[in-house]
Structures are given as C-alpha cells and as structure tokens.
C-alpha cells in the first residue's frame, strides 16, 4: 500500500514540477515572442510585427500579455496605413478593465500616431484613478494632460504628486503649470487672473522652495526670474541674482553662471527700471572685455540714443559723440582686428542721421570712407558682403559711384600678392557691390554688346578662378561659384527685359557646369529649380530638389520654392509630384504627434525656459501658410489625377491649418524664408516686408478659393442645397477678390513673360495672376453649381408635366452657355501654341500652367455634372417612384446626357491642343533653341544638354496631361 502511495505522492510532484516548468517555459516563450514584436517595429518592419503579433494572438490566448501584443499590432496596423482596423482593435483594448504598463504605452503610441491626444488622456486618467500610488502612472497622466494643454488640472496633478512622492520634480512641475495658466489667461484676454492670482501664487511658491533649500538648478533660478520679469518686479530680480552671486543657493558656484547671459539680464533689468548709467557702465565693460560681440553695441546705441534720453538735438549729438569716441577707442586697441567695431562706426551714422543719410554730403561721405576701410580690412571675407550691404545702400550714388572705383583703383591692386583664394573673393565682393548698386543693374544700362561684355567677364574670371578649389572637399563650395551665381541672376533680369528664354538657357547652362564641380552648393541648385520652372521643366528641378535633402522644418520654410509651381506644371510621376506632396504632408502631421513629445521632454528634464519656444513653434506649425496651401492642393492634384474614378474628396474640412480657434484669430503664420537665395539686389527692409506682406494676402485668397471649390464639389455629392448655393456665391467672391488683390497690388504678370514679378529668388506673387493671364475664369462651374442647385430643389419637390417644362426651360438656359465658356481658354491655349511654333521655342511656364488650369476648368463642371447624373439613378429597395419623381429624373437625365457630350466634344479639343503642345518639346526645338545661344561662352558644351532635358521633360509633361485628360469622359446614362 505504501508502495502506491509513494508512486501516487512521485507522480503528483512530478506533474507539479512539470506544470511549475511548463508555465515558466511559457512565460519565457512569450516575452521572447513580445521582444520580437518590439523588434520588428524598431526596425520599421512593420508587416512582419503584424505577422508576429497575429501569432502570439493565436499561440497565447491566456497569457498575460495578450493585451499587450493587441496593442502592439494595432501600432504595426497604423504604420502600415490600415489605421481603421487598429482603431477598431484600441476601442476593444480601451472596454478593458485592467492595462498594464505596456499595453498602456502600446496604446499610447497607437493614438499618439493618430492625433487621438484626449483618447490617451482617459486611458491615464482611468488608470490614475485606479492606482493613485504608482509614480510611473501619475507622471504619464501628468504628461497625457501636458499634451492636451489643461494646465490647471496639471498644476493640482503635479502637486499630488510631490506630496505623496516628495519628489522636488514634481514640485517644479506644480510651478510651471500655474505659469503656463497665467500664460493661457493673458492670451485669452485674462490679465487680471494672471496678475492678481496665478503668477503671485508661482512667485510665493518659488520663494518657499528657496526658503527650503529646493532651488538647486539654473533652469530653477531662470524660472522664478521669469515669474518676476513678468510681474514687473525688477529690482527683486536684481536682488535675487546678488543672492545667486553670493552663492546662497549653491554652494560651489552661482546657479546663473558668471558671464554674457547674466549681464544682459543685468542690462535689461537695469534699463526697464530707468538705472541708465549702470546699465551703459556695464554694457561698456561687456564691449571692452568682448570687442567683437555685436549684441552688446546695438545695447549700448538702443540705450543711448532712444532709451529714456533726452531727445533734443544737443543731447543726442552728445551722447553720439561720446558713443562714437568710446567704439573707435575699442576699435583701435587690442591685438587683434574685430569687426564689431567698425561695423559699429557705420551703425550709429545710421541711428543719427536716420534712412536720409545719403542726403547729407559730409556724412554720406563719412560712410563710404567708413566702408572703404572696412573692405580694405575683411574684403576677403566670405561675410563681407552681407556686413555692408545695409550700409552701402545708404550712402549717395555719387558716393556708391566713387566706391566701386576706388575699390578697382586702390584696393585690388594693394592685394595683388595675397593668397589667390583672398584676392578672388575680392574681386567676387566687387562683383556684388555692383550688383547692388552699380553697373550690373540691368534696369540702368540696355547695351547689349556690353552685357555680353560683362558675362564674359565673369565666365572667364569662373574658369581661371575654378582650378583653385581642386583640393577641396566635395562638401565644400568652389572659390569660383559667385561668379556663375551673378552672371546666372543678371541673364535671368535679360530675360525679364527681352523674353528672350535664351537667356535662361545660357543661366541654366552655366548653373549645370558649377554644379559638376561643386556639387553640394544648395544656392546653385536652388536657383536651377526656379529657372527650369521659368522654362516649364519639372524633371530637371525635382532632380535638383531631391539632391538638395530638404526635410523637416525646411519645409515649411524654403518648401514654397516646389510648391509654388510644381503642382501647375504636370509633374504627375509618383517620384516628382505625389512624392513632394507626401514628403510636405508627413512632416506637417507628424510634426503635431511629434512636438508635444518635446514639450513633455522640456518638463521631464526641467527646461523649462523651452516649453514656451516649442509650443509657440508648434502653433506656427499648426497655422502654417504652406501647410494649408499643400492641403488643398493635394486634394486637386487627386481629383484631377483620379478623375476617371470621378475622385471628389470625402471630407475637406481638416484642410486648413488654423483649426483651433485661437489660431484661427491669429491668422496664418507665413513662415517662408525668403532670404534662402543669393541675390545681391537692392532691396530695402521697407521693399522686403512689402513684398512678403504681398504674398501672403494673395495666398491665402487663393488657399480660400481652392478650398470653396473642393467644398462645392462636396455639396454637389452630398446634395446639400443650400450648401451649393452658398459656395457657388462664395467662389465668385473669391475669385473676384483674388483678382482685385492682384490688380491692386501691382501683380500682374504684364506680357506673361515669368511668375516671378518681385524677382526669381521671391515666392510667386499670386497664382491668381497666372489663372487670369491663362484666359481661364470660373464662369463654368459657377454655371453647373447654379444648374445643380437648382436640379436639386427640383428632385426634392418634383413638379407636374406643365410646371416641370417651365423649370427645366430655366435650367437649360443655365447650361447653354457652359460649352462656350470652357472654350474659351481652349482658344487662348491655341493661340499661345500657335505662337510657340511659329518662334521655334520651348512652351513657357505661363503655357505650361495654362494647360493645367485648362484641365481643370473643364473637369470641374465635367464632375459636377457627372454627380448629378449618377443620382439619378432609380432606388432600387423597392420603393415605388411616383409619376411626378420619375417624369423629373427623365427630364434631368436627358438633360444631363446632352451637354455631357458638349463636354466630351469641348474634352476632346482639348486633348487635340494639348497634343500640340507636344511638338514645342521636341529634339528639333531644343536644337533650334540651343543654336540661337551665342557661339564661344564657357559653358557652349552644357547648353545643348540643358535643352534636350527640359525638352525630354515637357514632353513628359504634355503626355501625362493627354493621359489625364484622356480619363476625362462624361459618362451618359439611359
């Protein structure tokens, strides 16, 4: 019996110990299964993560990471563009009573990747509320609110959290939060909160935390210095920085280092409480002990002469003197030379005698010798140029005259034995001083015998000077580049002047010949993309784009350099277009999941001085001209490419930026970087914010038109009445007011020569000016929106046979003139290729953009129409039609079928012309072209090139115009 027993108790252990086995082997199994997960998504092997976790789903249905791999997969899904299977799967994950950690941040990338911020914010909240006490949990709900920007809630979170963890994080955490209420409140209007209560209750808080020997960080002591600046309370400030000084709060070393940030916060604070003597005393000593800081003396001249002073002419004339003494001391001592000086001595003839200095004979004089100097001494420098550039505009033309001669007469010549890299930059500097304000202005000389004469200047001095860079990195811009750069940028104003496109041929020709040898200059490329968009040509620019790696930010800033034109042009490839536009779209939605990651980084690691800058950026990200212009112009690029599938976008309602609406009271943010090229042109600050004030009107009217149209189209499917009645009559608006912007902003395109009015280194004024030049209106959709307006109310209220003649007489009559008006551009189109032919040239930008504008003038009523039709189609669940109802959809259908031939005739003329447009692109034009170039230029072996690749580009161009506009066909029904 014993024996039994004993058998029994060894199986009974034995199972256990298998059981014990079998369960760890399985955990084991599936955490390895889980890292592999992890794995595959790092890696961005996205489908094979979703692979694995279907898998562990199928192989681990018990186990406690089961939620987890869900989580997991849902993320993968979302990578892979299938997010409506994921969401369905995180509504399931987010029913379930109890997430663990990693389900919870699973599911936390799954709605970030999504924009889902409040989503992320229940799951922390839920499970705060469930385990108050974990500190990894409250700090993700603390961090899930920072995403959603509710402050006060954060404020009370945050100091939960330090009273039950005692954690001086959090502490700070609570401070912040209270400023940024204070923050929130003075943006909406709620200055007395922020006054009387918030910031008062983060000053009180922060000198509790000094009280308690909490403040232990620099990012501490600039928080509460913050907090007083913002009360006014400067001599506190003052105070608390002596505090720093004696090292009160640490003992080693001040908080603030001893140094350039703290003296400019002395300055500031001894300035905005009226301490103008110390504030000058120490900026002084911050010049004598850094002479070559610029800051510091644009400091000391805003102090001096405007700040608080007494304005009388003596007192200024004093105190300029004084000043003046006090920079040419600075600038005479020291062993080495500094810039900031001199350039401090032409600064503060500015400040007294103002932008009319050149009026002023002995001063402007002063200045040009002032000039002169400072080229004698840093004229090898490549910052040379940009240093004076504000300064010789200032000076008479009599005196810029005198310059540039002694400039050829004594400096050049006083360096002809200096390094031959020095001497050629001076001689490049010349170059661009008379670009600014001198001879190589074509507005102020018409010889073209001594135009070529100059460009042969240059391209000789490129080929001489070119053999000095061959040691240079391939990263490294060639000594010889400025030169194609000028001589590229005055052939573009010949052709402004002549609409010779020659002229730009020979630009482009040079540009491809620096690019061999320099091959990572980014103003070379740039500069190559707008001219090959001046000659209609995309391939060759997106080539250029594509090697210049423009990404994240950049896009938005210097991203208007394609977008401007490369959506009008025809570029209808995947790998030029679409690519553009989807590399534009992922950077600006990535940029709303990504920032709020930085701002929560700026909390976890106490910089708080960054929350503000990254969340101020993400607003201008947020309100982003560029970004709505691509909005809208993704989803015309679809429409027109998908026509044959009647494409009309679902929802365009999240296609503007501004969707917040306190951005929306901002407007949008125009954060171009209109300085992203070379130029050397003078323009003024004045002329500068004008033409940026320019664009950005007539942009954003245009943004507004392109979107009514997209919305109009949207009513028409969703046969809301009074919705396309209402866009119809904002359209017209629209484009009545875009065009006046254009008339009365001076921004028309004259003979229709170039886009570029302000110059080819600007965005293009207005897109409105192209349309109109085109001979295009929106005569012809607004017609077939009144039409369906109208077919609509009827199908609503159908009418009886003698009521239903006379209302189908009035739509009729909307429709008659819809044939006419499409071709009417048709026609300028004909004349435009006719012209082309007959001169033996390339099709221009403007004749490129027509053809585009063309399109879609046509298919816009086409799909309207086409909308209407296919709505008519009989209810097939059985209902019965009564007779009025079906009498009405006959007579519509009828209708509907007999202009949308009209529209098949007027498409195919279309594709007839545009046919034509293929024999401007030919080898026999880019031959006849490229021999019209003068015989003997430097880059001669590159022009024949250059031709044939905007001729090989065109061509592309016009096929894949032909291509959609072969799918634009009217499909009639019985």
């Keep these: 019996m014993w024996l039994v027993q004993l058998l029994v108790t060894a199986i009974a252990v034995g199972f256990g110990f298998w059981f014990v086995f079998a369960t760890v082997m399985s955990k084991v199994q599936a955490e390895r299964k889980l890292r592999e997960i992890y794995g595959a998504i790092e ?38 563009g299938k997010s409506d299977e994921a969401r369905i799967m995180i509504d399931v994950l987010k029913q379930q009573p109890d997430l663990d950690a990693g389900c919870l941040m699973a599911l936390t990338a799954c709605c970030r990747e999504l924009g889902n911020f409040d989503e992320i914010l229940a799951l922390y909240e839920k499970s705060y509320a469930l385990q108050p006490k974990d500190e990894e949990c409250a700090s993700q709900y603390f961090m899930a609110l920072v995403r959603v920007r509710k402050y006060k809630r954060q404020q009370q979170v945050a100091m939960s959290m330090y009273k039950t963890f005692n954690n001086n994080v959090h502490y700070y955490w609570s401070v912040m939060s209270t400023v940024m209420q204070a923050h929130d409140a003075r943006r909406t209007g709620m200055d007395r909160l922020a006054d009387g209560m918030l910031l008062p209750l983060a000053d009180k808080m922060l000198r509790k935390a000094i009280d308690a020997g909490n403040m232990t960080s620099t990012e501490h002591l600039r928080l509460y210095i913050d907090v007083l600046q913002q009360q006014c309370k400067f001599q506190e400030c003052l105070d608390l920085l002596e505090e720093d000084k004696d090292m009160r709060f640490r003992k080693d070393s001040p908080l603030l280092p001893l140094g350039m940030e703290r003296d400019r916060l002395v300055v500031s604070l001894h300035t905005k409480l009226g301490q103008k003597k110390e504030a000058e005393s120490l900026l002084r000593k911050m010049i004598t002990g850094d002479p070559d800081e610029w800051y510091n003396y644009v400091a000391l001249f805003d102090l001096v002469l405007t700040d608080g002073g007494d304005d009388t002419p003596e007192a200024r004339a004093a105190a300029a003197t004084d000043v003046s003494a006090f920079v040419g001391t600075v600038a005479a ?11 401090a001595a032409m600064e503060l003839l500015r400040r007294v005698h103002g932008e009319q200095l050149a009026e002023k004979d002995p001063v402007s004089a002063q200045l040009a010798a002032q000039l002169l100097g400072y080229i004698r001494t840093f004229g090898s420098k490549l910052c040379c140029f940009s240093d004076i550039k504000s300064y010789v505009l200032l000076v008479s033309p009599a005196h810029q005259t005198q310059l540039l001669q002694d400039i050829e007469d004594k400096v050049l010549p006083q360096f002809s034995e200096e390094l031959a890299n020095k001497r050629s930059q001076r001689r490049v500097l010349h170059f661009q001083l008379q670009r600014l304000c001198g001879p190589l202005n074509t507005r102020n000389r018409s010889d073209t015998a001594a135009w070529e004469h100059v460009l042969t200047d240059l391209q000789t001095r490129y080929a001489d000077v070119l053999p000095l860079g061959k040691d240079l990195k391939g990263t490294e811009w060639q000594y010889s580049d400025p030169y194609v750069l000028v001589a590229a940028h005055l052939l573009y104003d010949l052709y402004v002047e002549s609409g010779d496109q020659t002229y730009v041929l020979r630009a482009l020709a040079g540009l491809e010949a620096a690019m061999v040898e320099s091959a990572s200059n980014v103003q070379l490329r740039l500069l190559a993309i707008k001219l090959y968009f001046v000659l209609g040509a995309v391939a060759p620019a997106f080539t250029h784009w594509k090697v210049c790696d423009v990404k994240q930010v950049q896009l938005d800033s210097i991203g208007y350099t394609m977008m401007d034109c490369c959506a009008y042009l025809g570029a209808f490839e995947r790998d030029k277009t679409e690519e553009f536009f989807a590399h534009a779209q992922h950077f600006f939605k990535s940029s709303n999941t990504e920032m709020p990651e930085f701002i929560i980084n700026a909390y976890r690691y106490g910089s708080f001085g960054k929350i503000l800058e990254f969340m101020d950026f993400q607003d201008k990200l947020k309100r982003s001209l560029q970004c709505a212009h691509l909005g809208v112009e993704i989803h015309h690029f679809m429409v027109l490419t998908c026509c044959a599938e009647g494409y009309i976008p679902s929802h365009v309602e999240d296609v503007l930026s501004p969707a917040d609406p306190q951005n929306a009271a901002d407007g949008y943010a125009d954060n171009t970087d209109v300085d992203v090229m070379d130029t050397w042109d003078a323009i003024d600050a004045a002329k500068y914010t004008s033409i940026k004030h320019k664009t950005k009107a007539a942009k954003e009217r245009w943004v507004a038109f392109r979107l009514l149209q997209l919305e109009a189209l949207v009513a028409v499917v969703e046969a809301n009445t009074e919705a396309v009645a209402s866009k119809r009559t904002a359209i017209a608006d629209a484009f009545r007011a875009g065009l006046q912007t254009v008339e009365e902003q001076g921004l028309g395109l004259g003979d229709g020569r170039t886009v570029f009015v302000h110059g080819v280194q600007f965005p293009r004024a207005s897109v409105f000016a192209s349309h109109a030049h085109c001979g295009n209106s929106v005569d012809a959709f607004l017609a077939t929106l009144e039409f369906a307006s109208g077919a609509l109310q009827l199908q609503a209220a159908p009418l009886r046979a003698a009521e239903l003649d006379s209302a189908m007489a009035t739509l009729t009559a909307l429709l008659e003139p819809v044939p006419a008006l499409l071709r009417k551009p048709i026609a300028q189109l004909t004349e435009r290729l006719t012209a082309r032919r007959e001169n033996g040239t390339f099709a221009m930008q403007l004749d490129v953009e027509m053809v585009y504008f063309t399109m879609e003038e046509v298919l816009l009523p086409l799909l309207t129409l086409q909308t209407m039709l296919d709505a008519l189609i009989p209810d097939d669940t059985g209902k019965k039609e009564n007779k009025a109802a079906r009498q009405t959809r006959l007579a519509l259908t009828a209708l509907l079928n007999t202009y949308g031939e009209h529209v098949n005739t007027v498409v195919a003329e279309l594709q007839t012309v545009i046919k034509g447009f293929e024999s401007t692109a030919s080898a026999d034009v880019a031959s006849k072209v490229a021999q019209r170039v003068p015989q003997g230029e430097v880059f001669q072996s590159h022009v024949s090139s250059v031709a044939k690749a905007i001729a090989a580009s065109q061509t592309a161009q016009f096929r894949s115009f032909g291509d959609v506009v072969a799918k634009m066909r009217f499909k009639m029904k019985n």
């Design 333 to 343: 001592t020291g062993e080495h030379t500094y810039r900031a000086p001199h350039l």
């Design 43 to 80: 890696d961005y092997r996205f489908a094979q993560a979703v692979l694995l976790a279907t898998q562990f789903q199928k192989k681990f249905k018990d186990h406690a990471e089961i939620k987890t791999a869900s989580a997991l997969k849902a993320l993968a899904l979302i990578k892979t």
